[in-house]
Protein backbone atom coordinates (compact mmCIF):
# COMPACT_ATOMS: atom_id res chain seq x y z
CA UNK A 1 0.00 0.00 0.00
CA UNK A 2 1.54 3.46 -1.31
CA UNK A 3 1.09 6.26 1.46
CA UNK A 4 2.61 9.69 0.85
CA UNK A 5 1.88 11.33 4.44
CA UNK A 6 2.39 15.65 4.47
CA UNK A 7 3.51 17.30 7.82
CA UNK A 8 4.98 20.27 9.13
CA UNK A 9 1.92 22.77 7.65
CA UNK A 10 0.47 25.65 9.92
CA UNK A 11 -0.15 29.10 11.09
CA UNK A 12 2.79 31.84 9.90
CA UNK A 13 3.06 35.27 9.98
CA UNK A 14 4.03 36.84 6.95
CA UNK A 15 8.16 36.68 6.86
CA UNK A 16 8.08 33.63 8.72
CA UNK A 17 9.14 30.06 7.48
CA UNK A 18 8.02 26.60 7.52
CA UNK A 19 9.30 23.24 6.92
CA UNK A 20 7.07 20.64 5.05
CA UNK A 21 7.99 16.89 5.16
CA UNK A 22 6.99 14.08 2.84
CA UNK A 23 7.45 10.80 4.18
CA UNK A 24 6.63 8.00 1.51
CA UNK A 25 5.93 3.93 1.90
CA UNK A 26 5.24 1.65 -0.75
CA UNK A 27 7.43 2.82 -3.18
CA UNK A 28 10.92 2.34 -4.15
CA UNK A 29 11.61 6.23 -3.12
CA UNK A 30 14.86 6.62 -5.18
CA UNK A 31 13.15 5.50 -8.48
CA UNK A 32 10.63 8.27 -8.19
CA UNK A 33 10.88 12.35 -9.39
CA UNK A 34 8.70 14.33 -6.80
CA UNK A 35 6.92 17.22 -6.24
CA UNK A 36 5.28 20.10 -4.46
CA UNK A 37 2.06 21.42 -5.70
CA UNK A 38 0.02 23.78 -3.56
CA UNK A 39 -4.02 24.77 -4.25
CA UNK A 40 -5.02 27.80 -3.00
CA UNK A 41 -9.31 28.35 -2.55
CA UNK A 42 -10.62 28.97 -5.64
CA UNK A 43 -7.43 28.28 -8.28
CA UNK A 44 -6.49 25.46 -9.90
CA UNK A 45 -3.49 23.42 -8.46
CA UNK A 46 0.07 24.53 -9.12
CA UNK A 47 3.00 22.70 -9.49
CA UNK A 48 5.32 24.52 -6.66
CA UNK A 49 8.74 22.71 -6.82
CA UNK A 50 10.12 19.17 -8.45
CA UNK A 51 13.10 17.28 -7.09
CA UNK A 52 14.03 14.48 -9.80
CA UNK A 53 15.74 11.25 -8.39
CA UNK A 54 18.94 12.16 -8.78
CA UNK A 55 18.68 15.35 -7.01
CA UNK A 56 17.88 17.76 -9.31
CA UNK A 57 15.29 20.88 -8.47
CA UNK A 58 13.55 22.87 -10.11
CA UNK A 59 10.61 25.86 -8.57
CA UNK A 60 8.05 28.10 -10.18
CA UNK A 61 9.46 31.51 -10.36
CA UNK A 62 7.10 32.92 -7.46
CA UNK A 63 9.23 30.52 -4.63
CA UNK A 64 12.52 31.48 -6.30
CA UNK A 65 15.05 32.09 -3.82
CA UNK A 66 12.49 31.84 -0.69
CA UNK A 67 11.87 27.50 -1.13
CA UNK A 68 14.13 25.01 -1.46
CA UNK A 69 13.27 21.33 -1.70
CA UNK A 70 15.47 18.71 -0.84
CA UNK A 71 15.29 14.43 -0.53
CA UNK A 72 16.94 12.10 2.29
CA UNK A 73 16.65 8.68 0.13
CA UNK A 74 17.52 6.90 3.44
CA UNK A 75 14.15 8.18 4.96
CA UNK A 76 12.20 7.89 2.17
CA UNK A 77 11.59 11.74 3.05
CA UNK A 78 10.87 14.93 1.04
CA UNK A 79 11.19 18.49 2.09
CA UNK A 80 10.47 21.58 1.39
CA UNK A 81 11.94 24.87 3.36
CA UNK A 82 9.52 27.41 2.97
CA UNK A 83 11.16 31.07 3.83
CA UNK A 84 9.96 34.06 3.71
CA UNK A 85 6.41 33.72 3.36
CA UNK A 86 3.61 35.52 1.92
CA UNK A 87 0.06 36.01 2.35
CA UNK A 88 -0.26 34.71 -1.57
CA UNK A 89 1.74 31.21 -0.27
CA UNK A 90 -1.23 30.24 1.44
CA UNK A 91 -2.47 26.83 0.00
CA UNK A 92 -3.03 23.17 0.99
CA UNK A 93 0.17 21.96 -0.30
CA UNK A 94 0.09 18.43 -1.51
CA UNK A 95 2.89 15.81 -2.21
CA UNK A 96 3.39 13.83 -5.57
CA UNK A 97 5.15 10.74 -6.70
CA UNK A 98 5.98 10.27 -10.18
CA UNK A 99 7.98 7.12 -10.84
CA UNK A 100 10.54 7.94 -13.31
CA UNK A 101 8.98 5.63 -16.21
CA UNK A 102 5.80 7.49 -15.54
CA UNK A 103 3.97 4.57 -15.28
CA UNK A 104 2.86 5.35 -11.53
CA UNK A 105 1.80 8.37 -9.39
CA UNK A 106 0.90 8.91 -6.01
CA UNK A 107 -0.59 12.02 -4.37
CA UNK A 108 -0.99 12.79 -0.72
CA UNK A 109 -3.61 14.37 1.15
CA UNK A 110 -2.49 17.54 2.16
CA UNK A 111 -1.07 19.79 4.24
CA UNK A 112 -2.83 23.68 5.22
CA UNK A 113 -0.04 26.41 5.05
CA UNK A 114 -1.67 29.67 5.96
CA UNK A 115 -0.04 33.37 6.06
CA UNK A 116 -1.37 35.91 8.04
CA UNK A 117 -1.11 38.52 9.93
Not at 58 to 75: E, I, L, P, Q
Request: proline fraction near 2%.
Amino acid sequence: QVQLVESGGGLVQPGGSLRLSCAASGIIFSMYNMDWYRQAPGKQRQLVATITSDGITTYTDSVKGRFTMSRDNAKNTVYLQMNSLKLEDTAVYYCNAKQISGLWNYWGQGTQVTVSS
